[in-house]
């Protein structure tokens, strides 16, 4: 029996809660290298245990072929092959794997009955929008589904926030480093201008036959950068179109790197991929095919050659080399100063910070330090700056707020008050999300202290109420403490025990509710 990590379980436990409270469509978010295949196999075995059935979907062969591996040696089960001229149809097997694009044509879909699956599982469930998936979603409209995918980017939340009725669980990148699940990174920025000033956009991102001209001029002073930085690491470069991809391998190769490149079309592909496992070669070349369902856990150094604005993206390119091995203590991922006027650029910092201001701040450290920064380190550093200066605008919030007469919080200040950055940043995703709050949870709250008038979705008065049911089991201040005490000018009260905030309020109120001489509020800490 395989142990789970509490991560896992905790995802495990909170998918089923939300198929039991009735959202049938759940998403499960996990970063590449944390097990994600590990937690959805978990969930199928327990939901085929009462002789259900259950649908494995995926775009790529590898990801059928690893997701049919993991079944097996996770709970035991075999499985059923949906693809190409493979059919589940008639199997006494509880798991079908399937292709999508295999699945999805009418013909084969029409031999199965539409209740046919109780559960279907969507592996890098951000293609899950296309026509293909929801034809398939479509027909079997019965069953519970999980979405899984590494990427936990707002764009496709909001896309799958369509289609998809909440977000069950989500294990941040950031945290897993800080836990020890994925090793950490190492961002360096190569003081070289790629300048991508006139590429144009296709279908959401840069088009890649232009960025692949637009790179041409620079590839030969890459590979000599590549030579410093990359000569004792395990490499992997991605760049945007083969031919690009061919040439920089050769570039590579004539400046004394041993490298090798992997495409569709690569004969060798499965060769290749293991000579360079067994270090045969220094670097790895390919044009976006490795993004997907390729593990190799000594990989220590990314090289993304590829711009986009796709975070999801993004990240799939750098988690090709978070996943933990003997020996390795980082994970060096290669930045450029990509001249462009866009500002959604997908960068270093858009591994660990959703925040725009944090994200600018990370920048400018990468920039500044020539021997690289530790993003971890970086995010908390900047966090701490901005922390600071919205406690400063809170102050000065708070001392217009004396002059009213309100008894209650406003929500964002509440946010600011007990250091809730989800809550500040918040923004819906899904539909049941978007909509107003009701009559039940605006009486909850303002019974609690918040000003409920504030709340604009449903969406935010779930959170704020989770917030403050947590915060009462956990014996924090409550709102009302917290709005009180900090008219009297004390600091941090939203991090202060009910009792410590009870006893303040009680002194004051004995000293005919002006504040004790003896106590400086600004400075006082329980």
Not at 152 to 166: C, E, I, M, T
Not at 272 to 294: A, H, P, R
Not at 402 to 422: C, G, M, N, T, W
């Amino acid at each position: 029996m395989m142990e789970l990590r509490p991560y896992q379980l905790e995802a495990i436990k909170a998918i089923q809660y939300e198929w039991n409270i009735g959202h049938d469509k759940t998403l499960l978010v996990l970063p590449t290298g944390t097990g994600k295949t590990v937690v959805f196999v978990k969930i199928v075995e327990l939901e085929t245990k009462d002789g259900g059935k259950a649908l494995i979907l995926a775009h790529r062969g590898e990801l059928l072929d690893q997701a049919a591996a993991k079944l097996k040696m996770v709970s035991g089960l075999d499985s059923a092959l949906e693809k190409a001229e493979s059919s589940s149809v008639g199997s006494d097997l509880p798991v079908t794997v399937a292709s999508v694009q295999t699945l999805s044509q009418e013909k084969r879909l029409l031999q199965f009955p539409r209740d046919y699956f109780k559960l279907i599982v969507v592996d890098e469930v951000h293609h899950s929008t296309s026509s293909t998936y929801q034809r398939i979603l479509q027909h079997f409209n019965t069953a519970l589904v999980l979405g899984v995918t590494a990427t936990p980017d707002r764009a496709d939340q909001k896309n799958l926030g369509q289609f998809f009725d909440s977000k069950a669980y989500e294990y941040t990148m950031a945290k897993a480093v800080k836990e020890g699940y994925l090793c950490p990174i190492k961002a360096q920025m190569i003081p070289l201008e790629l300048d991508i000033h006139n590429v144009s956009m296709s279908n959401g991102d840069y088009a890649v036959g232009e960025v692949g001209s637009a790179l041409e001029p620079y590839l030969n002073q890459i590979a000599l950068e590549m030579v410093n930085y990359c000569k004792d690491r395990k490499t992997v470069v991605f760049l945007p179109l083969v031919k690009t991809s061919q040439k920089f391998c050769e570039l590579l190769n004539v400046h004394g790197l041993r490298a090798a490149e992997v495409n569709g079309n690569s004969t060798d592909r499965e060769k290749i991929l293991k000579d360079f496992e067994n270090g045969e070669y220094q670097v790895l070349c390919n044009s976006m095919l490795l993004t997907e369902g390729w593990d190799c856990p000594t990989v220590d150094c990314i090289v993304i050659l590829r711009p986009t604005k796709v975070r999801s993206l993004y990240q799939q390119m750098v988690g090709r080399g978070m996943r933990l091995a003997p020996n390795k203590d980082d994970l060096l991922l290669l930045d450029f100063l990509w001249l462009t006027e866009r500002h959604d650029l997908c960068k270093p910092s858009s591994l660990v910070s959703k925040d725009e201001e944090v994200a600018k701040r990370i920048n400018k450290m990468i920039q500044d330090k020539e021997s690289g920064v530790d993003l971890m380190d970086a995010e908390e550093v900047a966090c701490k700056d901005i922390i600071q200066e919205r406690e400063d605008s809170l102050a000065r919030e708070l001392e217009a707020m004396r002059k009213k007469k309100r008894q209650l919080v406003d929500p964002i200040q509440y946010a600011f008050s007990i250091e809730a950055e989800d809550l500040a940043d918040y923004e819906p995703t899904f539909g049941w999300e978007c909509g107003p709050a009701t009559e039940r949870q605006l009486d909850y709250l303002e019974k609690h202290g918040i000003y409920a008038e504030s709340i604009t979705n449903a969406g935010m008065a779930s959170l704020i109420i989770e917030k403050l049911k947590n915060r009462q089991n956990e014996g924090l201040s409550t709102p009302k403490q917290i709005r009180f005490l900090e008219r009297y000018g004390f600091l941090h009260v939203g991090m202060w025990a009910f009792e410590a905030a009870s006893k303040m309020i009680t002194r004051i109120s004995n000293n005919n509710w002006f504040l004790p001489r003896e106590i400086d509020a600004a400075s006082y800490q329980p």
